[in-house]
């Protein structure tokens, strides 16, 4: 699956299928309005996470996870190279040095509702 805003809200539909809450923003993040941010606050019983698609105009799409909260443990917002949602997991991944090492991916793993 490729990487977008449609994907995104896909994904943020998937959390609030199995009961996560959700609050939509979108921001800029500039005075003219050329870089903007979809903000996705989810929420559920001790987790509170926020996703983010951030579009400007003259590079890619880039997209964000912030933990705010998962059962006592957080992050700051870092970005994500990639996600994929499955009917019972989210796997969230991170590469930040090009040579592909010093990764990070996690699965969120998905209650039934």
């Not at 005075?31 to 996470?49: K, R």
């Not at 799409?61 to 705010?68: G, H, P, S």
């Amino acid at each position: 699956m490729e990487m977008s805003l449609a994907y995104m809200e896909e994904t943020v539909d998937a959390l609030v299928g199995h009961g996560f809450a959700i609050a939509r923003e979108r921001c800029s993040y500039d005075p003219e309005d050329a870089v903007v941010s979809h903000c996705f606050a989810l929420t559920a019983p001790a987790i509170h996470l926020r996703l983010e698609t951030v579009q400007h105009p003259e590079t890619p799409e880039r997209y964000f996870l912030e933990i705010v909260d998962y059962h006592g443990l957080r992050s700051h917002s870092f970005e994500l190279d990639s996600w994929k949602h499955r009917p019972d997991r989210i796997e969230f991944k991170y590469q930040p040095r090009l040579d592909g090492s010093g990764g990070l991916a996690f699965t969120l793993q998905l209650t039934e509702t």
